[in-house]
């Protein structure tokens, strides 16, 4: 999970006018969202969700209510944020069709954010299904957007492609969002395994040459570090940052 940047991702001109078309009445729903969000993330009332509190502010489907899905129209420039890669797990979304708008607030619990633009990334199915309405009893997940993220001081990542929380927001949002899935593990051995190829030439390199390795080894590191030219970036960096110090000590370390 990397910082993410929410600026590319302009908010549609007539967004408050989208927001206020997909329910039948903008004010009841302001209403009874907000009377909704009073009652305490433990009640039982609030946990049931806002569909069962209120159904008459929210449009129906075959006689249900649901939250109109306008936000599914502006896959391309919430993608931006993320390089159309999952805001969570970093692997790429390389079709619209696999790319999922999600709420990092769920909608069920937090009707208040169903439409705020600046709640949603881009997720894939594997970490959206998941986290789906799940929401902590305290404490909150770790938040890509959040300017104060800092992945290095929460999430620690091995050679094996696995993940460990190192804070209990970490961990809670590692399982949650099943950040330690096989196939999602499995995959970034994959990238890792061939970073460490690289790895090994650049140390033969730097034997032969000291000065044209040191070179190398700072472009491995700053290419890496680029999610345009990498999935998984984060736990790539971890990982050549940390090969660098203890195969090529003394090479300066600046991303
Ligand atoms: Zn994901």
């Known amino acids: 999970m990397r910082k993410l940047d929410r600026a590319p991702a302009i908010r549609p001109a007539n967004w408050v006018q989208v927001a206020q078309s997909a329910v039948p009445d903008a004010a009841a729903f302001q ?10 993330l433990t009640d039982p009332t609030r946990r049931a969700g806002f569909t069962a509190y209120a159904p008459e502010v929210l449009p129906k489907r075959n006689g249900r209510p649901f939250f109109n899905p306008l ?3 502006y896959k391309e420039p919430i993608a931006k944020i993320s390089h159309d890669q999952c805001a969570y797990c970093e ?11 999600e ?4 909608k069920s619990l937090f009707p208040l954010s169903a439409y705020d633009w600046d709640n949603y990334l881009l997720a894939c199915g594997g970490c959206n299904g998941p986290k789906s309405d799940k929401w902590p009893q305290n404490g909150d997940y770790l938040r890509p957007d959040d300017p104060a993220f800092d992945p290095s001081q929460h999430l620690t990542f091995d050679a094996n492609g696995d993940v460990v929380g190192m804070t209990p ?13 096989k196939l999602l593990n499995d995959d970034r051995k994959l990238f890792i395994n061939a970073i460490q190829e690289q790895l090994d030439l650049i140390v033969e390199f730097h ?7 040191e070179v190398l080894a700072r472009e491995l590191l700053h290419r890496v570090n680029d999610p345009r030219k990498t999935p998984y970036s984060t736990a790539l960096t971890q990982f050549v940052a940390v090969s660098i110090s203890t195969r090529l000590p003394g090479v300066p370390l600046r991303t």
């Open 71 to 73: 936000w599914g129209q």
């Open 207 to 213: 034997a032969l040459s000291a000065q044209r390795g």
């Open 31 to 40: 209403q009874k969202a907000q009377a909704f969000e009073a009652l305490p």
């Open 91 to 101: 692997c790429s979304l390389n079709s619209k069709r696999v790319q999922q708008v």
């Open 103 to 106: 709420h990092f607030k769920p």
């Open 169 to 181: 927001t970490a961990s809670q949002t590692i399982a949650d969002f099943e950040l330690k899935r």
